[in-house]
């Protein structure tokens, strides 16, 4: 896989983003997607993933209710809907990709496929 995410940019409290995490190859279906942020001084945070399996999604405390991770597959994609963005969402968000799961995990350790990352920032 070579994953590549897009969308990140500069937004104002409050406002939305959508991220978008496909692979150059082909499609995504058989991979359970978690998405993760690395914000400057903070320990990388898993904050949304969805299962191969069944599409099943888990989030972290700190998003749910607010971000929404799906898949799209008429473009072969995962996609991370971010709403009511504030400053402490400024980070660099990741998307990466397992093949082996039955379910997802919000610890990276197990993702064997990651992207390079886009630049979420919001202004106060």
């Known amino acids: 896989l070579q994953l590549v995410e897009s969308g990140g940019g500069l937004v104002q409290a409050g406002g939305s983003l959508r991220l978008s995490c496909g692979d150059s190859?082909?499609?995504?279906?058989?991979?359970?997607i978690g998405w993760f942020r690395k914000a400057p001084g903070k320990e990388r945070e898993g904050v949304a993933c969805i299962s191969s399996s069944d599409n099943s999604t888990w989030y972290a405390d700190s998003v749910k209710g607010r971000f929404t991770v799906a898949r799209d597959y008429g473009k072969k994609q995962v996609f991370l809907q971010m709403d009511s963005l504030n400053p402490e969402d400024t980070a660099i968000y990741y998307c990466a990709a397992e093949g082996l799961f039955v379910g997802c995990v919000l610890f990276s350790g197990p993702y064997d496929y990651w992207g390079q990352g886009t630049q979420v920032t919001v202004s106060s």
């Open positions: 190859g082909g499609a995504l279906d058989n991979y359970a």
